[in-house]
Every structure is written in C-alpha cells, then in structure tokens.
C-alpha cells in the first residue's frame, strides 16, 4: 500500500506528526479543514492505490492505538486467538437456530452481519461512503443492561475537539466464486453487506455496509488491523457537523432504522439470545435509539 507523498500540500491542511500503532506500524495524520482539501486529500490517496488495493474508511471519535475486532479485544496472548476463533464460529452457529431468518442466510454472511447489529465478531466496520464516516466520527454511544442491551446514540457537542477518519488499504480485490459481496486476497478479506445480504436487513444498506477482517486470524499480530492503516485524517468536530448537515438521511433515523423499517433487525430483537454472561463475551443484538441534535 502506497501512502501520501512527503511533499504533499494543500492550503487547507496540515500535516501532523505520524501516528503510532502500538504494533509498532504508522500512518500519516493530516488535519484537513475544508472540503476541498477533504476530498483531494482522498481522491489522491485512491489514486496512487488504484493497481493492487482498495481503500475504505471508518470514523471514530478518537485515534485508537490499536484496530482489533471486538471478539479479540483485550487478547493477551496468540494462544488465547485460536480459543475465541472457536467460540464465535460456535456461537454464531447457535444464533443462527434460534434466529431463523439469519438461519436462511449463507454461511459466509451470517457472521458479519450479526457483527453489524451488535454481536462481537472477527470483523470490524468499515464504509465506502465519506459522508457516513463522518457522521459515525460526530456520534458517541451510550449502553445498559436489563433484560436485553440498550444503546443510546447521540451527536457530540465538543465542538472544537476532533474527529478521525481512518483509510484503511486491503488487497480483497477477487469476488469469492459463489460468494457474492465476498472478495478475498492474499492477506484480507472484505464482504459488502448490500449485496451478500437482502435489504430484510434494512441497516447495512443505510450505512454502506462494508467489513474487513484479516485472512488467517492465528496470532495478535495477524488480528490487530492497525497495519493496513495508510492514512488518518483528522477533522474538527464543528467542520464535520457543518459539512454533511442535518438531511434526512445522515440522521439516526435513517443510519439505525427502527424495527418497524428494518424488518430483519426486528425479528432479531425478538428470537436472539439475550443474558448479561453471553453479552460480556459475544455482545448482543442491541436495542438502539438515538438523540435528535440539540434536544438532549
């Protein structure tokens, strides 16, 4: 993966010092503060990776040291790896009897989507859409246990902090045969949601569902994603809520949809397993609702 030139410049951004991943890799961080520079910035990043991978984004509020799927989180040996490769690929298999419309899905499908509506898997989230990276870098989460999970989404109001956008490089350029939405690689593999699965599932489409995990999964090393990182791009949190506005569609209503649209989340709710010891350790279908800006 090919990275932004040394004497890469434009007016409105600024080149900050690399960041370091605790795995030791770095990535470029350039604080952009127009549009122009925003969308530069990316274009020109796609383009020199145009041959050998593609790139993909994913928002967060912070600049983590580490980029891990949730079910490897807090791992502190590569032994422990291959015990929690073992569990997930059990548990998705229980939840897919119980929930017979994930039942009914394809194999390969059923992992990350659950992953997509809260359960902790071997994949992390991505987006191929700049506005959505954006807004999931402007919202913050808030969770709590009764008899299911619940979560509350809300937009910061930390106005003059940050946000980051991650660019993320993989070499899943091959769709997998018989796999549709599926490409693999020599080291990665990507699934595009909106097309392995029905739009039942209302969500992924709503969000540009994209995820990405590495190909073998054996040890820290293979399952911490920080080294696919090229580029981070850091946006002020007041420019980020000006540039993609308050349309209906950026809002919580459109990127989580109720049951009451998302028909396949809706019955998810209804049959998943639901107990506080299963949801320490593979998370949970989880009940969400979310703030309208400014009325919280």
Known sequence: ???????????????????????????????????????????????????????????????FKTLTANIFRNSKSSSSIGVRNNSIVTYIKGCSKIMTIVDQLPEYVKEPLLQHYGVKTRWIDLVDNLWIAIWFGLHEYNS??????????????????????????????????????????????????????????????????????????????????????VLIIKIKVKDGIDWIGNGRLITGENIYPSPLYDQGYGIMLEQAPHTKNHAKTFGSIKNISYAVPNCY
């Open 1 to 63: 993966m090919i990275k932004i030139a040394e004497d890469w410049n434009h007016i409105d951004a600024i080149r900050e010092s690399d960041f370091i991943f605790d795995s030791g890799t770095s990535a470029n961080m350039i604080l952009v503060n127009s549009i122009h520079a925003l969308n530069q910035l990316v274009g020109y990043l796609k383009y020199l990776n145009r041959e050998n991978s593609r790139i993909y984004f994913r928002g967060q509020t912070k600049s």
């Open 144 to 229: 709590k246990f009764l008899e299911k999970q619940y979560e509350f989404v809300y937009q910061r109001k930390d106005e003059d902090d940050y946000l980051y956008i991650q660019l993320l490089g993989n070499d899943a350029l091959v769709q997998k045969d018989g796999c549709p939405g599926l490409y693999t690689g020599i080291s990665t593999q990507v699934i595009d949601l909106r097309i392995a699965a029905p739009s039942t599932f209302l969500r992924p489409h709503c969000q540009h569902a994209l995820l990405m995990k590495s190909k073998i999964n054996d040890t820290l090393n293979d399952v911490d994603l920080s080294k696919y990182v």
